[in-house]
Each structure stands twice: as structure tokens, then as C-alpha cells.
Nanobody, 114 residues
């Protein structure tokens, strides 16, 4: 069982930046593909960014060049650096850890004012 706790969400003006953090309860974070997903009201959850154990990253087209996923396995933490935020980025952001099973955090709200 892996517990994930997101933090760092909040209210930011359009064009601003936020860094989300995801702290994992496991000491073997390195074996997981880590990801960030988001869900806006009335919409399906969508993938934002993922990073494999080997460090390969993948981003949704809508965030490429603006968001960066990173991980610190020693701290059991994954980050999502978000820059040049747009109102359409507003959502609840969820952290995930996937190996043979996928674990989810409880989410953190990001609000972007125009």
C-alpha cells in the first residue's frame, strides 16, 4: 500500500507559477511510474505528465513547454512545476504511482484567475 499526499495547490493569477509536490509513503519510489493528472468540474480526469523509473517523461500537448515533472527518489517526492498558468489549467490535480497497481493521492486544488 502506497499513500500519496499532494500539496502546493492554491490560487494564482494567469501567467503565474505553482509547484505541486507529492510525498509518497514508500521508500521504493524509484520502481514506480509517477504521474500527475487533473480533473476540472464536469470533465474527465486527464493525464498531465508522467515520468518512468528511468526518467522518461511524457506530457499532455496542452502543457508541453509550461509544466515540468521531476522526482527526488531520495525524498520519496514527485514535483510538478507549472508555469505560465492559464485559466484552463484550473482543476484538482492528482498524483499517481503506478507499478503493478496504480495508487492515487487525494488531490490538490489549483485555481487560476484571469
Amino acid at each position: 500500500q502506497v499513500q500519496l499526499v499532494e500539496s502546493g495547490g492554491g490560487l494564482v493569477q494567469a501567467g503565474g507559477s505553482l509547484r505541486l509536490s507529492c510525498a509518497a509513503s514508500t521508500t521504493t519510489l524509484s520502481i514506480f511510474t509517477m504521474g500527475w493528472y487533473r480533473q476540472a468540474p464536469g470533465k474527465q480526469r486527464e493525464r498531465v505528465a508522467t515520468m518512468t523509473p528511468g526518467g522518461l517523461t511524457n506530457y499532455a500537448d496542452s502543457v508541453k513547454g509550461r509544466f515540468t515533472i521531476s522526482r527526488d527518489n531520495a525524498k520519496n517526492t514527485v514535483y510538478l512545476q507549472m508555469s505560465t498558468l492559464k485559466p484552463e489549467d484550473a482543476a484538482v490535480y492528482y498524483c499517481s504511482a503506478r507499478a503493478s497497481y496504480i495508487y492515487w493521492g487525494q488531490g490538490t486544488q489549483v485555481t487560476v484567475s484571469s
